[in-house]
């Protein structure tokens, strides 16, 4: 017994003065000392000649020797690795960084979010509504009652399960929703996804997003809602962009009318796009018809509104140069990835 520890403590005294340079001298270390013939395996193959009463503290010291030898290695290891600096724990700064691709917001966002800000800073505030509305909101209540033949103007989808459902056809039905709370006066801008049964074309789609605006106060006028829409298009467009109101038709409003701006693309001098007309409509609006406000339990003698509706695709066309409305519901990444815009 004493024997064999005078040889462990032999062996641990030598085991401690082994300096490893490389990853040779290592492994040099390891096959002598910890190998299938090392020296390890050697004593403890010893053990069977060991008398039974002295095996248990045999065991013992060889057990300590045996985790001596291999915390050693470990630490010969270890020494090494850092001084070779093996690729996993040194950094080449050097090299060029893993491309993060960064995705972009999608163009119809970019001038949701344009239109909105533009309108918060007259003091609008946004309104949201549903997009399966009910009859009342979408048309009745917007004095386009049933059969009233302005209905045609919008090709709607009707829900089945209930005749009284379908997909808004515009976001006017927010307007509704919003005076039927009657706290006057009131502002708001309704942005939001619309739904028309229409051929999907270049120039239509079945849905599409629009932005209604809704002023109702007491003594509003025309020339208000003029000074609003002036506002608008110089911060959307720029101080060059030229305007125009031409008198139209809303069951919802009185007086209506459909302002168009300068073209774009063109400046005015024709082209396909303004159909060589120079301008291009952007916006339906008026004077909200007094038998809204009615409809709504605000009493139109005393309060007068304005409203308007535009459709955010064309604004969008019209900032961008994009002559294909179907683009922005491709999902075509080619197209997306270049507004980079905030
Ligand atoms: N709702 C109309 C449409 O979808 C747009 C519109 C026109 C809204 C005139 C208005 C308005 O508020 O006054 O075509």
Not at 259 to 264: A, G
Not at 303 to 316: H, L, N, Q, S, V
Request: charged share 25%.
């Amino acid at each position: 017994m004493n024997q064999l520890i005078t040889q462990l403590e032999e062996h641990k005294t030598e085991i401690a003065s082994f300096v490893v340079n490389n990853k040779e001298e290592l492994e040099s270390f390891r096959i002598k000392y910890l190998g299938t013939k090392g020296l390890l395996k050697s004593i403890m193959g010893e053990m069977k000649n060991v008398p039974v009463e002295q095996k248990k503290d045999a065991g013992q010291l060889l057990n300590e020797f045996k985790v001596f030898v291999e915390t050693f290695y470990a630490e010969l290891s270890s020494k090494i690795e850092d001084a070779s600096g093996s690729s996993e724990n040194k950094i080449d700064i050097s090299l060029p960084g893993q491309p993060l691709p960064l995705g972009s917001r999608h163009p119809i966002s970019i001038v949701h979010n344009k239109i909105v800000s533009i309108f918060q800073r007259l003091g609008f505030s946004v309104a949201e509504g549903p997009e399966i509305e009910d009859d009342w909101h979408n048309f009745t209540a917007l004095n386009l009652p049933e059969n009233h033949p302005a209905r045609d103007m919008q090709d709607t989808f009707y829900i089945s399960q209930n005749p009284d459902w379908l997909l808004r056809t515009h976001t006017s039905s927010v307007q509704i929703r919003e005076m039927e709370k009657k706290q006057l006066p009131l502002r708001i801008i309704c942005p939001g996804r619309v739904y028309r049964n229409e051929t999907i074309s270049a120039r239509a789609h079945c849905f599409f997003n629009q932005v209604e605006g809704l002023y109702i106060a007491e003594n509003v006028s025309f020339a208000d809602l003029k000074q609003t829409l002036y506002f608008f298009v110089k911060e959307m467009f720029g101080e060059d962009v030229k305007v125009r109101f031409r008198p139209s038709y809303f069951p919802f409003t009185e007086p209506s009318a459909e302002m168009d701006i300068s073209c774009l693309i063109c400046s005015g001098k024709g082209c396909s796009v303004c159909k060589r007309t120079g301008w291009v409509e952007i916006l339906g609006c008026g004077m909200v018809h007094p038998s809204v406000l009615d409809n709504c339990g605000i009493d139109s003698t005393k309060y007068t509104g304005f409203a308007f509706g535009m459709g955010i695709e064309r604004i969008t066309m019209l900032t961008y140069q994009v002559k294909d409305l179907r683009l922005f519901s491709e999902n075509d990444v080619r197209f997306l990835k270049q507004f980079t815009q905030a």
